[in-house]
């Protein structure tokens, strides 16, 4: 059974940091690519981030670019997002995804405020 377990997200202060962690199982997660989504309250779910199954190709949506971070450890096969000066617009639940789409987790929120 494919799994993803979201965790770290939290209440923070803008200009803080947070580290999340997509630990995974159910499929070889060292062949696939991985994701970041979130979504925000009455938005859709917009794509963050996305690493490489070898984690040496990385893209970033421009909302991201110079403060998110998305990383992977094979042997754990578990990926994570380090997010640096957050934003009150960084508010959302965020969700990882391999490349093909499986099944959601139930998400990690994160809250922004002060």
């Known amino acids: 059974q494919v799994q993803f377990v979201e965790s770290g997200g939290g209440l923070v202060q803008p200009g803080g940091s947070l580290r999340l962690s997509c630990a995974t199982s159910g499929f070889i997660f060292s062949e696939e690519f991985m994701r970041w989504y979130r979504q925000a309250p009455g938005k859709e779910r917009e794509l963050v981030a996305q690493?490489?199954?070898?984690?040496?190709?990385?893209y970033y949506a421009d909302s991201a670019k110079g403060r998110f971070y998305i990383f992977r450890d094979n042997a754990k096969a578990t990926a994570y997002l380090q997010m640096n000066n957050l934003k009150s617009e960084d508010s959302a639940v965020y969700y990882c995804?391999?490349?093909?789409?499986?099944?959601w987790g139930q998400g990690t929120q994160v809250i922004v405020s002060s």
């Open positions: 995804m391999s490349v093909p789409e499986r099944n």
């Open positions: 690493v490489s199954d070898d984690g040496g190709s990385k």
